[in-house]
């Protein structure tokens, strides 16, 4: 075994050659997550910013039919699939519908990561996972209720960052 460590790596010139080049060619190619200073990170965290804290926490529902894609997917470990127009309605009749006992949505931002996707190396879409805390306000306090995690595919379609798939997963309540 020694024999053969030294043939490739003692005094070798051309295989460290070839493995700093190998390597300098696999990492042009490979897409890895996104700094958190990045323009495509700070545009899918206001992304996220818009769908939650305008949309399901505070109810501005107009926002929201702009954000979804047309043929949405959303699946949920508890609640099951539903398509863009479900959706839209659940948040409406039951996120956004009783205003005593609020669901809200707050969001682990150490956790959110970003992943590019790209086509001949152009930029087509987004992956954006994270780890977010659901509480119930009511009479301006706030309980929390449990956590979950998300997968969310985001499309660049017409310069616009538009939500295809949601995975809603792993929600656990919380633990008194």
Same mark, same amino acid.
């Given at each position: 075994m020694k024999?053969?460590?030294d043939f490739f790596f003692k005094g070798n010139f051309f295989v460290k050659l070839a493995l700093l080049l190998?390597? %300098?060619?696999?990492? %042009?190619?490979?897409?890895?997550q996104v700094a958190k200073n990045s323009e495509l990170y700070k545009t899918l965290k206001a992304k996220d910013s818009?769908?939650? /804290?305008?949309?399901?926490? %505070?109810?501005? %529902?107009? @926002?929201l039919p702009p954000l979804i894609n047309d043929d949405f997917e959303f699946y949920h470990d508890v609640a099951g699939e539903e398509g863009r127009e479900a959706f839209l309605n659940s948040v409406k009749n039951n996120i956004c519908s009783n205003k /005593? /006992? @609020?669901i809200i949505r707050k969001l682990d931002?150490?956790?959110l990561t970003v992943f590019p996707l790209k086509k001949n190396n152009k930029l087509y879409g987004a992956i954006q996972s994270g780890k977010h805390y659901f509480l119930i306000r009511k009479d301006n306090n706030e309980t929390p209720t449990g956590s979950a995690l998300f997968t969310h595919l985001w499309i660049l379609k017409d310069n616009k960052w538009k939500l295809k798939r949601v995975l809603?997963?792993?929600?656990?309540?919380?633990?008194?």
């Open positions: 024999q053969l460590f190998w390597s %300098l060619f696999t990492s %042009l190619f490979s897409s890895a818009i769908l939650f /804290e305008r949309t399901f926490n %505070l109810c501005e %529902l107009e @926002k /005593e /006992e @609020k931002e150490k956790s809603s997963f792993n929600h656990i309540p919380v633990q008194n």
